[in-house]
């Protein structure tokens, strides 16, 4: 998916210009996968850009960056303040924006001790994620498992284990679908390679749990609060593979597909959306905009 460049990047407490944002070779993290990152949309409201769960997006970098033993040179406050002057510099009314940290250059071999960890901040306009986001996507199971957590940390969302991710969404893609579902090790259903899953049956939605292998989504927790909001009971348990050729209705969620509904898995035709994804998309659209009063905490407005 092609960018669409911006007049700056932050990188390591500065404004750079795009195309002078840029790394040695031997950076540790270009060769070991030795890095964590986010992605946070900004969205246009009538007051002005804001952009998404912006603190829970933090904490959750600092989380990964813990769990991988990186020590972050900025705080959180100083990552939150950066995120705003690099958005207000581009002059986004609407964005997408990867914060990212990874081991620099300095040593080399799979031992990262003494590697210096390097930050950049990059924001640039990037629209749907997935090809037919109205009316719905097409998945297939991928061959390959996703990361077990007995192998990898999967609470982390760190850069490396993300071959995982690209290798089932080359698969899926040159099978002619949209997107690919990904098993843990023992069969459950886990996730897509870059977003949760929500599957209803009956008045019930159902999605995986972490210990499947999933991510803990920001965008799967804003989901559960706004259908819990508007009496849909949500439940987090293991699903089987046929579990999403019965669904009712099945949607994907993630910071850069929003949400997005299924209309068929492994040629298992789901549909059209359904009333509860409708609803559920209409909701969001209404907190991610302001347009919601009761979920302006989740805004945070660039200013």
């Known amino acids: 998916m092609a960018l669409t460049e911006a007049e700056y990047i932050w990188m390591d407490g500065a ?39 912006l603190d829970e997006h933090l904490d959750r970098l600092l989380r990964s960056a813990k769990m991988l033993r990186m020590t972050l040179p900025y705080r959180k406050e100083e990552l939150r303040e950066a995120t705003l002057e690099l958005v207000r510099a581009n002059g986004h009314r609407s964005c997408y924006v ?21 930050m950049s901040i990059a924001s640039w306009e990037w629209g749907a994620y997935l090809d037919g986001a109205d009316s719905g996507v097409r998945l297939m199971t991928s061959s390959w498992r996703r990361n077990d957590p007995s192998v990898v940390p999967t609470a982390a969302k760190a850069t490396g284990p993300y071959l995982n991710s690209a290798l089932a969404k080359l698969e899926a893609r040159e099978a002619g679908y949209d997107e ?52 849909i009971t949500v439940q987090r348990e293991n699903l089987l593979r046929s579990d999403l050729y019965s669904a009712d209705e099945m949607f994907l ?16 035709e789901i549909g059209e959306p359904g009333p ?7 909701a969001f659209a209404a907190a991610m905009t302001g347009a919601d009063e009761r979920y302006r905490h989740w805004l945070t407005y660039v200013g």
């Open 180 to 231: 690919a579902v990904l098993l843990s090790t023992d069969g459950y259903v886990s996730e897509c390679s870059g977003e949760n899953i929500f599957v209803r049956r009956g008045d019930v939605l159902y999605t995986p749990p972490s210990s499947a292998g999933a991510l803990e989504g920001i965008t799967q927790d804003s989901v559960t609060t706004l259908a819990t909001d508007l009496g």
């Open 253 to 268: 969620c993630g910071t850069a597909a929003e949400v997005t509904p299924v209309r068929a898995v492994d040629n298992r």
């Open 276 to 282: 509860v994804t409708r609803k559920i998309r209409d």
């Open 15 to 53: 404004l750079v210009p795009w195309h002078e944002a840029q790394i040695h070779v031997l950076s540790h993290g270009l060769h070991y996968g030795t890095g964590v990152f986010e992605g946070i949309r900004a969205y246009s409201t009538a007051d002005g850009p804001a952009l998404f769960r």
């Open 98 to 118: 990867r914060q990212l940290a990874h081991l620099g250059y300095g040593v080399m071999g799979v031992d990262p001790t003494g590697a210096p960890v390097q």
